[in-house]
């Protein structure tokens, strides 16, 4: 299939749009940015993992996502439970600055050669695959972490958030 006819296609810009937030998410410098290292690392009552441990995951598949839009093959984890990694304290703000640089990262990428056909599926481009994981995925898990906020009464964010 040639690189200009992918069945599933999103654009270098739309892709970093989606990285950003936009639409409808807040950006996520402003929804992890305020939080403190006790505060991303709480587990509240009922929930299986912390923002930290959330935001880690994030960065599991972003690290697993530009290595494959590069060309290289990581290992496929053998349980999701491994990509969920435990987050020390005193990794937060490494943790934080890691995911949000690594943005930045995957909209090069989708700038720099997202219009490739993937290396996973030969009917997707690899801005297609940068948007699908580092962008959708982690609105799912932005919304988990809104939701973690909530319930430990940090909402809204430094900054507000998009109520009326």
């Not at 990285?19 to 299986?48: C, H, K, M, N, Y």
């Not at 996502?65 to 290992?75: D, H, L, M, Q, T």
Request: some cysteine.
């Amino acid at each position: 299939m040639s690189d200009s006819t992918h069945k599933y296609h999103v654009s270098a810009a739309g892709v970093g749009e989606l990285l950003i937030g936009g639409g409808e998410f807040l950006p996520p410098e402003r929804l992890l940015g305020d939080l403190t290292e006790a505060q991303a690392l709480a587990v509240p009552p009922g929930s299986p993992y912390s923002i930290a441990v959330l935001v880690a995951h994030m960065r599991y598949w972003q690290d697993r996502n530009i290595e494959r839009a590069c060309g290289v093959s990581p290992p496929r984890p053998e349980h999701l439970d491994d990509t969920f990694p435990t987050v020390q304290t005193g990794e937060w703000l490494a943790l934080r600055e890691a995911f949000l640089d690594g943005l930045d990262v995957c909209a090069q990428v989708a700038g720099g050669f997202g219009d490739r056909v993937s290396p996973d599926r030969d009917d997707t481009s690899i801005g297609y695959d940068l948007a699908e994981c580092p962008a959708l995925h982690s609105a799912y898990h932005y919304g988990q972490i809104a939701m973690l906020r909530q319930i430990q009464g940090l909402w809204p964010p430094e900054g507000g958030d998009d109520s009326w």
